[in-house]
């Protein structure tokens, strides 16, 4: 069974066709990413998968259940986790704490009173350890560099246990050897739970060397691995003048 | 018939005096989300300015009347540019630092001036006689003079390139900006217009009202529902704010006593923020109001109440070191070493301390601030002096007093709380309704003599005893050790209590939820319910040490005071916001400091406390314990530099 489908999905905002007819379907333990100009929708299909917008037409199945319907929180729970594009972190809490605060979201009101428990300080520590801040544990959040500050978000994603990840643009404003790091570690993470990456750097694209989707207009124009699609003339001619594929 | 159109007279001429005053409050909050507490002083110093010009013999009213506006604008605009224009981007600062400028202005009225009532003459007098009956001709003139001020005021934001401007750097201030707008001069033009409106105010009804330095704070607390009922920054909705307001008052007044239609109009006021957020005339305001009200504003002024470390140890391990053990043998060996005056003196600043924490509790850590704890503190100490009065003789009258004293706050926190909370009304929204709320709770105890003692305060009422009721009672009273003993308990109790929640991860939310409450809701979490939960246990306390102060203190209605919630915001800034331990400390400071100073300065005690306020937003937002924290933090530095240069 699929992570997740998406089928002949369609999304208008009044005349405008933001997603038309998209298909897609995300394997478990997949890691895919989206290209596409500007305006092609991308953002838009996260809104549709997380449900801060519901698709005019066709559905939306996570492990084979219906979306339809439920709430973000909702979808939250049920584990899809969402980093935005600007980092939403708590500027005043320590990067420890951050993560402690995104775990404890749907815990009852007797845990958050009562003291730490070891099984959340270990997963805390598991999630230190994948965004490589484990050295940095204790510093005020606000305090970090931009980089850091999306790895964090990224973590804060993670400790919240989801169970397909999706990534707008987690490498926006970072530096080349940033955007390297983030690269490995997004690989990492992805050995074990799905995700979709939405990317415009395409230096980042091609050192995960997946699978990718590219989408124009609402529409999927492309999909597979890296390499054919660098050949694909049609994608080339939507990233006109873009060479680096 | 005669008493029908009375009535209707009175309430319009109260409503046109409240849309008035009101009209400068609502165009400097629509354009910039700043709430000026100096409002009212604004309104008072226009009185002033026309009873001022009297005494001088100029030609009575009519020079005051065009001075009036004119002066107070002056002090607007001297406001403005030496201190507002700092604040702007930190909505909750602001309300602090024009509450200082406020009462440092009240101040100066009473010591130049003097505390005395004053009185202007009247310029109109005479009767209109129609249908039978007559009504003074000087308020029917102001209900006049009120309806063309509104209607130049609509024209010259609509009608007017001023006006344009002022439209355009509310919508985006940026964008009018990068069009060549001095956005800047506009801040300034519409400070300055709503100062002299309040002016004109004060002018106007300067010589029907006692001219006093106190005479802004009456009006104020409504002016401020006129503004939110109305619908923020919406100038018809003042209107409709004010006719609503003025009109309910005076129809309620013809039945009942005043107080208690006060308490009415404040009742109807919550209920329609619960209802409509946006006012009753408002459908989407101005951004930055609207970012007023859903508490995002405050967002940006983290900075100052961000992190605190603790006192001298920057790792939590030793926090509980040296400094509690210092204290608690402190608290511990006092009794031995002082007399029983300084004992007495000590109890009560321990309970100021723990409504200190209690503040601090929501103000430090959430974000919350309430200009209404000390309602809080004094229905606390009213439930169990008013319990010992009346039933005192029953054995156990003392816990009945005490569950009074805890759940009496916590019913009112959870009733304001729901009503605010859910409804997103948070950040300096909500400090001005507990504003309003604490204005008028405090005027009902002072008018309802029979029963709280108003400002003479409740004498003779029993010991509160405890103990096993009928068997073993212990007395707690003034003078005593024990007394002293069972205070400095609680609050060490309380403090541990306190401490352990804030360390645990629901502090970590509360100061999250003050970081973003957007993104905390996007985890999962139910950010109102949390705000809820932390203001009733805060006020609980409140109501605790409110109890506490009963045995050691004077009930009487100046606890409930606004000034006593401002002395506790006080306590709270000097020993630093977000620290328990600050709170407590910056209660004892500042008490013994009031104490021992000379009387000289106790005559300008307040005058001291409303510049402390200017000051401390300023310059030094973290108080007592930030300081101590950066200065270790300096030592630290220098020491590891030390250690890595050997």
Not at chain 1, 50 to 63: A, V, Y
Not at chain 2, 110 to 139: D, K, N, S, V, W
């Amino acid at each position: 069974m699929n992570c997740l489908e998406v089928n002949n999905v369609t999304k208008r905002f009044g005349g405008l066709i933001a997603i038309q007819d998209l298909n897609l379907q995300i394997e478990e333990k997949e890691l895919r990413c989206i290209i596409g100009p500007n305006g092609a929708g991308k953002t838009t299909l996260f809104n549709l998968i997380c449900g801060n917008l519901e698709p005019d037409e066709g559905q939306i199945l996570f492990k084979g259940e219906s979306l339809r319907g439920r709430s973000v929180a909702e979808r939250s729970c049920l584990g899809i986790g969402r980093k935005f594009q600007s980092p939403g972190i708590f500027g005043s809490l320590s990067v420890r704490e951050n993560l402690e605060v995104a775990a404890l979201g749907k815990a009852s009101i007797r845990k958050i009173t009562s003291p730490r428990d070891e099984k959340l300080k270990n997963r805390v520590e598991d999630v230190l350890a994948k965004i490589e801040l484990m050295d940095k544990r204790d510093i005020v959040a606000q305090e970090l560099s931009h980089g850091e500050k999306q790895w964090l978000e990224i973590g804060m994603v993670l400790t919240s246990n989801p169970s397909l990840l999706l990534l707008d643009e987690p490498t926006a404003g970072m530096t080349s050897a940033e955007t390297h790091r983030t690269s490995e570690m997004i690989q990492r993470i992805c050995e074990e739970i799905p995700a979709i990456v939405i990317e415009h750097d395409l230096k980042f694209v091609r050192e995960i060397g997946r699978n990718i989707t590219v989408l124009q207009r609402g529409s999927v124009l492309a999909e597979g691995p890296i390499d054919e699609i660098a050949k694909d003339e049609t994608v080339r001619q939507a990233y006109l003048g873009r060479a680096v594929l | 018939m005669e008493f029908v159109i009375t009535t209707i007279f009175n309430g319009a001429s109260l409503a046109a005096v409240l849309i008035l005053i009101s009209l400068g409050l609502a165009i400097i909050f629509g354009l910039r989300g700043v709430i000026n507490l100096a409002h009212g002083e604004f309104f008072m110093l226009g009185a002033y300015t026309v009873w001022w010009t009297e005494s001088l013999g100029l030609p009575a009213f009519w020079t005051g009347f065009v001075l009036a506006p004119i002066v107070v604008a002056c002090i607007g605009w001297l406001i403005e540019r030496s201190f507002i224009r700092f604040l702007y981007d930190r909505p909750l600062e602001t309300l602090l630092g024009t509450w200082g400028v406020s009462i440092v202005l009240r101040e100066l009225i009473r010591i130049l001036i003097g505390p005395e009532h004053r009185y202007a003459t009247q310029p109109i007098t005479g009767q209109l006689a129609m249908f039978g009956f007559e009504y003074p001709l000087y308020r029917l003139a102001i209900i006049a003079f009120t309806a063309v001020v509104v209607t130049l005021v609509i024209l010259l934001f609509t009608r007017t390139d001023f006006g344009l401007r002022v439209q355009a750097t509310i919508r985006d201030r940026g964008m009018a900006e990068a069009i060549g707008i001095n956005t800047s001069r506009i801040d300034q033009s519409v400070f300055v217009l709503g100062a002299g409106l309040a002016g004109l105010a004060g002018a106007v009804m300067g010589p029907v009202i006692a001219i006093n330095p106190n005479m802004g704070l009456d009006y104020f607390a409504r002016t401020f529902l006129v503004v939110i009922i109305g619908g923020i920054g919406k100038i018809l909705g003042v209107v409709g704010g004010g006719s609503l307001i003025g009109m309910s008052e005076a129809g309620f007044s013809a039945f009942l006593k005043p107080v208690v239609a006060q308490v009415i109009v404040l009742a109807m006021a919550i209920l329609v923020i619960r209802l409509r957020p946006q006012g009753l005339f408002g459908k989407t305001s101005g951004s930055a109001a609207k970012e007023v009200v859903s508490g995002t504003a405050i967002t940006q002024s983290k900075g100052s109440s961000a992190r605190f470390p603790s006192l001298f140890f920057k790792n939590e391990k030793y926090d509980l070191g040296a400094k509690y053990v210092f204290f608690l043998v402190l608290l511990a060996i006092f009794p031995g070493l002082i007399s029983s005056y300084q004992l007495d003196l000590l109890s009560k600043f321990l309970t100021f301390s723990m409504l200190a924490l209690s503040l601090d509790l929501i103000w430090g850590y959430a974000g919350i601030l309430s200009f209404a704890h000390s309602v809080f503190f004094g229905l606390g100490s009213y439930g169990l002096a008013l319990t010992l009065k009346y039933w005192g003789h029953i054995p156990g009258a003392t816990y009945i007093g005490l569950a009074l004293a805890v759940g009496l706050p916590s019913f009112l926190a959870l009733i304001i709380g729901y009503a605010m909370f859910f409804r997103r009304v948070g950040g300096v929204y909500f400090a001005i309704v507990t504003f309003a709320l604490g204005g008028i709770l405090h005027s009902v105890t002072i008018v309802w003599i029979r029963f709280t003692g108003g400002l003479n305060g409740l004498y003779g009422f029993p010991n509160p005893r405890l103990g096993i009721p009928g068997l073993w009672e212990v007395e707690i009273s003034t003078g005593m050790v024990s007394t002293y003993y069972l205070i400095a308990a609680v609050l060490v109790l309380i403090y541990i209590l306190t401490h352990r929640l804030m360390r645990s991860p629901f502090g970590q939310i509360l100061r999250a939820i003050n970081d973003n409450e957007e993104r905390m809701e996007s985890f999962g979490y139910n950010v109102p319910a949390v705000k809820l939960v932390i203001f009733v246990i805060s006020c609980a306390i409140a109501g605790i040490s409110g109890a506490l102060y009963v045995p050691v203190g004077f009930v009487s209605a100046d606890i409930m005071g606004i000034l006593f919630s401002t002395s506790a915001i006080v306590w709270v800034a000097v020993g630093g916001r977000g620290t328990l331990f600050g709170a407590v400390l910056g209660a004892l400071v500042v008490n013994y400091l009031q104490v021992y100073m000379s009387d000289v300065l106790v005559f300008y005690w307040y005058l001291i406390i409303g510049l402390f306020f200017v000051f401390v937003v300023l310059v030094w937002p973290d108080g007592i314990i930030g300081i101590f924290n950066r200065l270790a933090q300096r030592l630290n530095n220098r020491l590891k530099v030390r250690y890595e240069l050997s």
